[in-house]
């Protein structure tokens, strides 16, 4: 049976991939329970203080979020990367027009970038910064200057069910850093296992390689070529050290 033989390269960009992959499935399973318990809270906020377009969009999102779950192991992962990033968005731009400061959205907001770090690179992580910051930058001016007000924000404050929303997005982001902390660690002792596996495989083919080129396949005898190495390496040595040499056949 032929095996595929898999460089060293390619070796990091598949552990890579896995390590994307396993952290984009636990933000999925951070999202469902986020719908879980943060939707409830939701409601009961409408009920308490009456409903708003916010509750609504909530609403929304806990039925893409548990319909996207059943579906996360048939999604690539950069879909698995726009969904995560559009979903926690969604939710910090929600809360941001409706609550202002008061509200969940630098927690969505910084998950959201923190996803796009793990989960896209680097590159991906400084567009959604820059993106953030220029939103939050109008968003704030719209505050500023009265275009949007919340005037029950003292009720508001005071609502147990706005503290469970918050406590529930707080949670359900620290369980989102967890999973990348230990599916990031597990992966890169994965990673240096595979790398050093690899290492001592190409010194044994390099051992090899070098038995074959010097010995007959066969017979398993040093071949002329070895011994005209030999050869050329005695005398070279006897020239440095002013000696003489015999050679006898």
């Given at each position: 049976m032929k095996t595929e033989h898999v460089s060293?390269?390619?070796?990091?960009e598949n552990s890579l991939w896995q390590l994307r992959n396993m952290f984009l499935q636990n933000v999925a399973i951070a999202l469902l329970l986020l719908a879980i318990f943060a939707a409830p809270a939701s409601i009961s906020r409408g009920i308490e203080?009456?409903?708003?377009?916010?509750?609504?969009?909530?609403?929304?999102?806990?039925?893409?979020?548990?319909?996207?779950?059943?579906?996360?192991?048939k999604l690539t992962?950069?879909?698995?990367?726009?969904?995560?990033?559009?979903?926690?968005?969604?939710?910090?731009?929600?809360?941001f027009v409706q609550y202002g400061i008061m509200s969940a959205g630098f927690y969505a907001a910084l998950a959201s970038i923190f996803v796009a770090m793990m989960g896209g690179g680097k590159r991906i992580a400084i567009y959604t910064s820059c993106i953030w910051v220029a939103l939050i930058s109008v968003i704030s001016s719209f505050w500023s200057s009265g275009r949007l007000t919340f005037p029950d924000a003292a009720i508001?404050?005071?609502?147990?069910?706005?503290w469970a929303s918050h406590i529930t997005t707080f949670i359900c982001i620290i369980v989102i850093f967890a999973f990348a902390a230990s599916n990031f660690i597990t992966s890169l002792r994965?990673?240096?296992?595979?790398?050093?596996?690899?290492?001592?495989?190409?010194?044994?083919?390099?051992?090899?390689?070098?038995?074959?080129?010097?010995?007959?396949?066969?017979?398993g005898l040093p071949t002329l070529r070895l011994a005209d190495d030999r050869l050329n390496m005695a005398i070279d040595s006897a020239k440095r050290h002013n000696k003489k040499l015999s050679y006898s056949i």
């Open positions: 060293p390269t390619q070796a990091v203080f009456g409903w708003l377009p916010i509750h609504v969009i909530h609403l929304m999102l806990s039925v893409l979020v548990i319909s996207a779950f059943t579906f996360r192991k992962n950069s879909l698995l990367l726009a969904y995560a990033i559009i979903i926690f968005s969604a939710i910090s731009l929600a809360g508001h404050m005071s609502g147990i069910s706005t994965m990673l240096l296992n595979k790398l050093l596996e690899q290492k001592s495989e190409l010194q044994q083919q390099k051992v090899i390689i070098e038995h074959l080129a010097n010995h007959d396949i066969l017979t």
